[in-house]
């Protein structure tokens, strides 16, 4: 899981919050009418070219499918050989954008892909051009830390969150309570649909994982193929199982920091002692929290080279202005998705001991903000549970690396299992978050799968590649 402010800790910006609104929806999309997708900001227009955007109207509500509407993004490349199909591209997140991914980010996909598949992909409902959640800017910066350290904090947290969801329900409109995985599901349908196309290829990653497991579970007679890379798993029933697994991964993935820190002269930490480096840093730093998911995000290449650096020229921040206007906010999909109570401060402070005794360094991992912003959210709309793939004409592929610091190995373990004859988990013996461009060999066996439907055996693996630098 990419989990930044603007999906936990990244860019959290936008205009009025029911556009695309109407009061008539279509629970069928016509065709898509595409054109060429136009340079945004700071585009560079040779990688725009041959891009093309469209918008689909859709129900706000899929159980409410006659109600409001909103305007889904939409965008595409199509395939430059013989064509295959489809290829829908699950953006991650959440907040990712996957129009911006087809637009400026194709390298993300081989040639061979490019050659054989339309690649599509969406902004997710909630998400940039999709009618974004936001909420006042000013608002969110007051967001408290999610380490709450007395009773008092803890029921101010509960006050700021339900302060905070009323003002993001007044500036997004009604598709705020719908910003689920499970409606997301009926729109990437609708999607296929409005391509004219009975089935679809699709690759998830992060986040969008989620997404490709419950379409498969909803639609299994319309996937072709589907990757599901860095797995998060659905089925982590409690708030304790959901915190210490990935801790427990974002330990593991800083332990291989310190290693490899050990190990080469070039490391800006060479010789020290890397832990009392990093808790002096903790106990000196005005937001631990912060500070934290600063190394968890350098820990996604992993840039440990750049890790080194940052640790060895770590100041305290300066205090940045207070910002005005409104920013996007899709964190909020989180306390739809997930149940993860915490009954009181007692209970949440238990969380955080137990945190710190079981991980030296990583003691707040950036998954602990998804606990602390639904504290006091309503039951999910689209709670965890097990999955129940049946009919799926190919298993879907599973692809993790075994050092993955925000989606765990044991995650894509547990879901494979859920899959059972259904999943087949190719692994990358080593870091990352993410891990098809890590290595030719997990490129080269995904393309084979998505291209031909050749489905790996059961315990394949790709041998590590250590990080550049």
């Known amino acids: 899981m990419k989990f930044t402010r603007r999906a936990l800790a990244g860019a959290v910006v936008f205009a009025v919050a029911a556009a695309g609104l109407t009061t008539t929806a279509s629970a069928s ?64 997140g959440p907040g990712d954008s996957g129009v911006d991914r087809i637009k400026t980010g194709m390298t993300r996909f081989s040639a061979n892909l490019q050659d054989r598949f339309d690649i599509v992909s969406f902004d997710p409902r909630g998400v940039d051009r999709s009618n974004p959640v936001q909420c006042s800017a000013a608002l969110l910066a007051k967001q408290p830390s999610p380490i709450i350290s007395s009773k008092a904090e803890f029921t101010a947290t509960i006050n700021y969150n339900k302060q905070l969801a009323t003002d993001c329900r007044e500036h997004t409109g009604p598709l705020y309570d719908h910003i689920d995985t499970w409606q997301t599901v009926r729109d990437v349908d609708a999607v296929r649909r409005a391509l004219g196309e009975s089935t679809i290829s699709f690759h998830g990653s992060s986040y969008g994982t989620l997404l490709g497991a419950q379409y498969a579970e909803t639609y299994p007679n319309r996937v072709r193929a589907m990757v599901v890379e860095s797995v998060i798993d659905h089925g982590s029933p409690t708030t304790k199982s959901f915190l210490d697994v990935q801790a427990a991964a974002a330990q593991d993935s800083f332990d291989e920091f310190v290693k490899w820190c ?70 909020a999909v989180f306390c739809q998705d997930w149940n993860l109570p915490v009954k009181d401060y007692r209970e949440y402070a238990a969380h955080l001991q137990r945190l710190a005794r079981n991980n030296q360094d990583m003691r707040y991992p950036g998954q602990l903000m998804a606990v602390s912003i639904c504290l006091g959210a309503p039951k999910a709309n689209n709670p965890q549970h097990v999955l129940n793939v049946h009919g799926l004409k190919t298993p879907v592929l599973l692809a993790n690396a075994i050092h993955d610091p925000a989606t765990p190995y044991r995650m894509a373990q547990d879901v494979q299992r859920q899959l059972g004859r259904s999943g087949v988990l190719l692994t990358y013996e080593g870091w990352g978050h993410g891990s098809y461009n890590s290595s030719p060999c997990m490129q080269t066996t995904i393309d084979d799968y998505l291209i031909a439907r050749a489905v790996p055996k059961r315990g394949s693996s790709c041998a590590a590649v250590p990080p550049v630098g």
């Open 262 to 331: 050990s190990a080469a002269s070039s490391c800006a930490l060479h010789g020290q002692d890397v832990h009392a480096v990093w808790a002096g840093l903790l106990a000196r730093s005005s937001d631990p929290f912060k500070l934290s998911f600063q190394v968890f995000r350098m820990l996604y290449d992993p840039e440990w080279s750049a890790l080194a650096q940052t640790l060895k020229d770590l100041e305290t921040p300066s205090t940045a202005a207070v910002p005005s206007g409104l920013a996007q906010y899709p964190l």
């Open 29 to 92: 999309p016509s065709r898509v009418r595409w054109a060429d997708c136009k340079p945004e900001g700071h585009d560079d227009p040779a990688l725009v070219k041959g891009s093309q955007c469209a918008t689909l109207r859709l129900p706000v509500d899929w159980r409410n499918p006659g109600g409001p509407t909103f305007d889904l993004a939409i965008a595409r490349r199509t395939a430059k050989g013989a064509r295959v199909g489809v290829l829908v591209f699950g953006p991650g």
